[in-house]
């Protein structure tokens, strides 16, 4: 059973940094895309970060430059670092894991994202 767990949100101010955990169990696929999206009241989740099983990644434009997201195989275990933290990136971050893939250097859509965490709230004052 694969399951995914979310660790690492809070409340920061405006400039400030957090670094989200997810840890990783039961997925035991070699060619994946693991993500992590966030969502706020009354909008659609969005996608904001993916890393490939080749360890390429892809960043929304909102965040390139400030977050970087990592995987650590040996832990099992994706992370996201979130630097220079602005009011708008308040939301409920999810981490999730694709349905197994063809090629290790892929990007998924959010339909091919089988697998998801509980969610972690993350605030940010101005």
């Known amino acids: 059973q694969v399951q995914l767990a979310e660790s690492g949100g809070g409340s920061v101010q405006a400039g400030g940094s957090l670094r989200l955990s997810c840890a990783v169990s039961g997925y035991t696929y070699s060619r994946y895309c693991m993500g992590w999206f966030r969502q706020t009241p009354g909008k659609e989740r969005e996608p904001i970060a993916e890393?490939?099983?080749?360890?390429?990644?892809i960043y929304r434009d909102s965040v390139k430059g400030r977050f970087s997201i990592s995987h650590d195989n040996s832990k099992n275990t994706l992370y996201l670092q979130m630097d220079r933290l602005k009011p708008e990136d308040t939301a409920m971050y999810y981490c999730?894991?694709?349905?197994?893939?063809?090629?290790?250097?892929?990007?998924?859509?959010?339909?091919?994202?089988?697998?998801w965490g509980q969610g972690a709230q993350v605030t940010v004052s101005s």
């Open positions: 999730a894991a694709s349905s197994p893939r063809t090629s290790g250097n892929v990007w998924c859509v959010s339909s091919d994202y089988r697998y």
């Open positions: 890393i490939n099983s080749d360890g390429g990644t």
